[in-house]
């Protein structure tokens, strides 16, 4: 097991320098000067050239890459061009604020599709199935934005119970265990939710729906097995596969969903993307690209071992 | 018939899924006595497994209609209360299946699934259970038999895990045990042993076996007594010996002939029975055999033949088996 999991980590090393690679040369394909958002439109030619020497914008790519990747292996992303602070610290707190989102999210998303999938996968085309799965479809293909809205505007505007935006009350994007800071969460979270509920329910559906119709389901039923019997059995050979998705569905959330994020003015990753992207901040913009991969490739990493952990099949020598 | 312990009585099972209703048992009798092995045989598709689950009543109860009677050690299976069903399932009767890899779960070790029988219903410890279960594993003659409790399906040999499925199935000490083709799956010297091991529990427990099969050779060597199925009726029925001497139904001597047993010499040609099977869902109203068989008369597509009693014991669905008898002797010649 240490084997598989030290293999399965080393295997990581290239997929995160290829990464970077990628992230670094998007980002400078991408036309527009970096600087011109911060140099006033007069700027003489020599300021101009003093600050691309500052930021190393004078020297070649490869060389700008090696530094970039240099100073980042110390933890130090460079300082965002618009503000001036270490994008490191700006895009931690970011991630905090997603993280905190996007797990929530997962888990009600979760919650609620590993319901509907197992509901409609066990009573198939059944009435119960035919509304779960058309829920299910719903949550894949309603615009999230727009269900945002909505939601601000009953829960909020109508109703007056929940808050439309930010993180916090008075604007402060620090966590802190209270109930203003959870009624803040509420309707972000529900909105995001949606995507991963639709689609684990239409995996687990699937799943159970296979996994009911496999022989060793009368095999079960032939010792004598019954209802939640059987059911504990369809649960741990579904559990791997639903684990996957879900871990893969808290990746993309991970990445913040920058619509959402910017219906409820959420101090998180997406929203930082955003800024970053229309101020052309590029050290920004290529640092939180860079964290959010690597968050990614982690969080693969992590289901990965615990698939290999619930499921004997998955090979680990 | 005191000592009988499964009578089954004019069992018709129809599968209502599909368009149209499709008749896949169509009035089985069978009489199987305690201690007694029966071979029931058959192509794909004549009803033999479908009537081997519907002892269990394993077939979905939503999509099957089910007419007659089968009664197991006295009870009504089919009138089974859902608590009596399943401590009938598993501790009364148990089955072994043809794929022991799908018919196990893939992701419990094999000890774990036969100490969930043991405990489903028998108030017993873990470690008793688990004890039992390696008890079962010893009798099964599987080779280290403590870290095999602990293996998953997938980690063992295809006749390593019919073993460990004969031991689940044994679990609860079931009178009855049905099998439905315990050796398709495996190879030539394994099915051997498997028949063998078989054999010799059924006759150490005083089991009574129902051994669903396509594969005559394997029936001969553990039935005593063998019922051949053909468009969901049993067509001839009598001991191992007589149907393989005397058989007198032309789709038995078909099968018959249509083994290569021995050294088929070159060149020779392997006499097969022309045709395919019937369209369940659409029969001839006369005996189902009749479009392939070589005897056929107009009286046979005119009406279903009834069982006849040919012998002591063995009675055959066909009004010809006068001429069937010499059918055989061509065979010879």
Known sequence: ???????????????????????????????????????????????????????????????????????ALQGDLG??????????????????????????????????????????GYFRNSVVDKLASMLAVLGVSVPHYWLGMVLVIVFSSQLGWLPATGAGPGGSSDWAWDWAHVQHMVLPAVTMSVIPMGIVARTVRALVADILSQDFITGLKAKGLTGFGVFRHVVKNAAPTALAVMGLQLGYLLGGSILIETVFSWPGTGFLLNSAIFQRDLPLLQGTILVLALFFVVLNVVVDVIQSLLDPRVQRS | ?????????????????????????????????????????GESGSGKS????????????????????????????????????????????????????????????????????????????????????????ERVRIPSPERRLDAYPHEMSGGMRQ????????????????????????????????????????????????????????????????AVMYAGRIVEEGTARDLIRTPRHPYTIGLLKSRAHGALSKGSRLEAIPGSPPDLANLPPGCAFAPRCPLAADACRAAAPPALDVGPGHRARCIRTEDAAGLLMTQAA
């Open chain 1, 79 to 120: 300082a965002s061009i618009a503000s001036g602070r270490p994008v490191a610290t700006e895009v931690m707190r970011a991630v905090v604020n997603t993280l905190r989102l996007a797990v929530l999210a997962t888990a009600i998303g979760f919650f609620l599709g590993g319901l509907f999938g197992f509901v409609a």
């Open chain 1, 1 to 71: 097991m240490l084997a598989y999991l030290a293999r399965r980590v080393l295997y990581t090393l290239p997929i995160l320098l290829g990464v970077s690679l990628v992230c670094f040369a998007l980002v400078h394909i991408a036309p527009g000067d970096p600087l011109s958002s911060v140099l006033p439109p007069d700027a003489s030619a020599d300021l101009q050239r003093q600050l691309r020497t500052l930021y190393g914008f004078d020297r070649s790519y490869p060389e700008q890459f090696a530094i970039w990747i240099g100073r």
């Open chain 2, 50 to 137: 479908v009537t081997l689950r519907q002892l269990m009543r394993l077939n979905p109860e939503r999509k099957t209609h089910v007419e007659g009677s089968i009664r197991v050690a006295g009870e009504d299976v089919m009138g089974l209360s859902s608590a009596r069903l399943t401590h009938y399932r598993g501790a009364e009767a148990a089955m072994i299946f043809q794929e022991p890899l799908l018919a196990l779960d893939p992701v419990y070790t094999v000890g774990a699934q036969i100490t969930e029988a043991i405990r489903r219903h028998e108030r017993v410890s873990k470690a008793d259970a688990r004890a039992r279960a390696l008890a079962l594993f």
């Open chain 2, 1 to 41: 018939m005191s000592d009988a312990l499964v009578e089954v009585r004019d069992l018709k099972v129809t599968f209502m899924g599909g368009a149209r209703p499709v008749r896949a048992v169509d009035g089985v009798d069978l009489t199987l006595a305690r201690g007694e092995v029966m071979a029931l045989i």
């Open chain 2, 163 to 226: 073993r460990a499925m004969i031991a689940l199935a044994l679990a609860c000490r079931p009178k009855l045990l049905l099998a439905d083709e315990p050796t398709t799956a495996l190879d030539a010297t394994v099915q051997i042993q498997i028949l063998l091991l078989l054999r010799e529990l059924q006759r150490d427990l005083g089991l009574s076996i129902v051994f669903v099969t396509h594969d005559l050779g394997a029936a001969v060597e553990v039935a005593d007594r063998i």
